[in-house]
T-cell receptor
Framework: DTEVTQTPKHLVMGMTNKKSLKCEQH?????MYWYKQKAKKPPELMFV???????INESVPSRFSPECPNSSLLNLHLHALQPEDSALYLC??????????????FGPGTRLTVL | GDSVTQMEGPVTLSEEAFLTINCTYT??????LFWYVQYPGEGLQLLLK?????DKGSNKGFEATYRKETTSFHLEKGSVQVSDSAVYFC????????????FGAGTRLTVKP
């Protein structure tokens, strides 16, 4: 099983709302990632968790707050977003970050629209 | 730093035509190379990968060979189908960058019947 699941599939929120995106994998992977993908662009790395510890925050605004409750779950908490934050948010996982040969497996994404 | 350059799209082909999407890379170490495919409204799926020079990755009729001498990993398919219409991303993973993925800009392929 190489499945990464993400919920919700679509999300519409106002700029004052608080919402969360959820990601789950059961492959025993110890690295999990959040990416942001704008239309017609490649994914941009936002956060990396390795062994449930935040390893990278690619200078992402504080209105995005990641959380890794356990090795299978990854959340992205959203608060006071801007319309330019509208995008496809992708979660991915890999065995770990110790080898360049590891494949990242992606979820289907959450399509976020900020009004 | 590491980078991946893909041919500009979009690419439009007729069914059963031959496909080549060029990809070249710059890396500090000895990267692994990947092709991912993204169908409309979906996430990225691994299409194939190669982890060392002269390795050939293949899947679903697609092939790519890791060419260290030309720093390339071009994607090829002998006969495309309408169902191959998607965006294709070339990517690399390098130990000098914590093995995080670096993506090319993506190439949109449309196959017409």
């Amino acid at each position: 099983d190489t499945e990464v699941t993400q919920t919700p599939k679509h999300l519409v929120m106002g700029m004052t709302n608080k919402k969360s995106l959820k990601c789950e994998q059961h492959m025993g992977h110890r690295a999990m990632y959040w990416y942001k993908q704008k239309a017609k662009k490649p994914p941009e790395l936002m956060f990396v968790y390795s062994y449930e510890k935040l390893s990278i925050n690619e200078s992402v605004p504080s209105r995005f707050s990641p959380e890794c409750p356990n090795s299978s779950l990854l959340n992205l908490h959203l608060h006071a977003l801007q319309p330019e934050d509208s995008a496809l948010y992708l979660c991915a996982s890999s065995q770990n970050r110790e080898s360049s040969t590891d494949t990242q497996y992606f979820g289907p994404g959450t399509r976020l629209t900020v009004l | 730093g590491d980078s991946v350059t893909q041919m500009e799209g979009p690419v439009t082909l007729s069914e059963e035509a031959f496909l080549t999407i060029n990809c070249t890379y710059t890396a500090t170490g000895y990267p692994s190379l990947f092709w991912y495919v993204q169908y409309p409204g979906e996430g990225l799926q691994l299409l194939l990968k190669a982890t060392k020079a002269d390795d050939k990755g293949s899947n679903k009729g697609f092939e790519a060979t890791y060419r260290k001498e030309t720093t390339s990993f071009h994607l090829e398919k002998g006969s495309v189908q309408v169902s191959d219409s998607a965006v294709y991303f070339c990517a690399l993973s390098d130990g000098y960058n914590n093995n995080d993925m670096r993506f090319g800009a993506g190439t949109r392929l449309t196959v017409k019947p």
